[in-house]
Structures are given as C-alpha cells and as structure tokens.
C-alpha cells in the first residue's frame, strides 16, 4: 500500500525568506502523481503544482517548486519569496497504482511572519 | 467559476441522529468523493463515485452511507451519528479517473454533541 509521510506538523518562515517543506512516499509502482496541495483558512483545498513520476525534471510554479528523487521516494516543496498569503496547511499527495485515488500526507502548517 | 458546493459550512447534531451532509458540482464531473480531514491524520476516503447510483468504499466506510441519485449531487449519510464522526467532511469531484482536475468544496464541520 502506498503512504505518504510528512514529519513536519508545523514551521514558521519570515516573509520574503525561503521555506522547504518535506515529504517522503512509498510505492512499488513505477507511474503516478505526486502533488502539493494548500488549504488556507478559508478550508478550500488548491492545487499548488504536480509531478509526473516519469518526469526527471522537477517541476516549477512560479515562486513554487519541487525537489523530486525518485530513488529515495523524496518530494519536498520549495516556496521563494514567502509571502503572508502563503500561510496554510500544505498537504503532500500522491496518486497512482490500481487504487485510483489520492493518499494525503497529514500535513504542515506553514505560518509566515511579518 | 466552477464550484463543488457543500451544504453547511458548521453542523452540530447529536448523537444517535441521521445526518445527511450535501454535496453539489456544476462541471458535469463523473466522480465524486467523500473525505474526513482530522488532524494528524490528513484526509482520508470515506466513499467515491463513478457514475450516478454506483458507489465504492474507501478507506474509512465504517458508520457512513453514500446516495447519488443525480450527477451532480452526492449526499453522505451519518446513520446514527456519533461523537467519533466529529470531524471535517469535504467533498471533491472530477472528471476522469485520473490524479489531477480535482476540485474541492470548502468542507462542513460537523460536530456530534
């Protein structure tokens, strides 16, 4: 069964300061997603950027990007430039195999400070 | 602007109650899904749908029923809620079997006095 495992419940990032937030995975498949996804205060869940695990290159959004190492089922979100509505819960995701849904990470709150 | 909408943004209901939390899309989406946000525990699949009248559990069924009559609208049953389903309820939709193109509805906290 695939996991996804995110040991960072909470951190703090100044505004315009870098912030990496960590996410490791296990699958024995050799297709799927993985996906960063922010849930601000108001509740509404917004995709943040995708990766395609046959990609090499790691995908980019703007002032967000991702780390992505296939080998060592790794996955961390960079955020540049942080700014006050960055603040959220981000939930790494992932997706594939036979199931044919998405299996959440538990999540890091992320604040921003002034 | 395309939009899952739920029914209730707060519920609080007691226990022994049947509860029926709505969710409504305006995509034509084919499948639809139930999770609970807990903390610490992120977002787990209570139900999905595929097409209208047909329903698969997730990972968490136990306690919950599913009705979807129509394409847009699928509804999560509490039969007799409890205090352990005090929880965030958040429905999404999309349109293919597929990782992406998920759009979620702003969730319903419910709690079970």
């Known amino acids: 069964a695939q996991t996804v495992t995110q040991s960072q419940p909470e951190m703090s990032v100044q505004e315009a300061e870098t912030v990496t937030l960590s996410c490791t995975y296990d699958?024995?498949?050799?297709?799927?997603?993985l996906f960063w996804y922010k849930q601000p205060p108001s509740r509404q869940m917004i995709l943040v950027i995708r990766?395609?695990?046959?990609?090499?290159q790691n995908a980019t959004e703007n002032r967000f990007s991702v780390n992505f190492q296939k080998a060592a089922k790794s996955f961390s979100l960079k955020i540049s430039d942080s700014q006050l509505g960055d603040a959220a819960m981000y939930f790494c995701?992932?997706?594939?195999?036979?199931?044919?849904?998405?299996?959440f990470g538990t999540g890091t709150l992320l604040a921003v400070q002034p | 602007d395309v939009k899952v909408t739920q029914s209730s943004r707060y519920l609080v209901k007691r226990t022994g109650e049947k509860v029926f939390l709505e969710c409504v899309q305006d995509?034509?989406?084919?499948?639809m899904f139930w999770y609970r946000q807990d903390p610490g525990l992120g977002l787990r699949l209570i139900y999905f749908?595929?097409?209208?009248?047909?329903?698969e559990k997730g990972d968490i069924p136990e306690g919950y029923s599913v009705s979807r009559e129509k394409k847009e609208r699928f509804s999560l049953i509490l039969e007799s809620a409890s205090t352990n389903q005090t929880s965030m309820y958040l429905c999404?939709?999309?349109?293919?079997?597929?990782?992406?193109?998920?759009?979620f509805g702003s969730g319903t906290r419910l709690t079970v006095v």
């Open positions: 995701v992932f997706y594939g195999g036979a199931t044919n849904k998405l299996i």
């Open positions: 990766q395609e695990a046959y990609k090499q």
């Open positions: 995509m034509d989406h084919e499948n």
């Open positions: 999404a939709s999309t349109q293919a079997r597929r990782g992406y193109g998920y759009t």
């Open positions: 699958t024995s498949e050799s297709d799927y997603y």
């Open positions: 749908s595929y097409d209208v009248k047909m329903k």
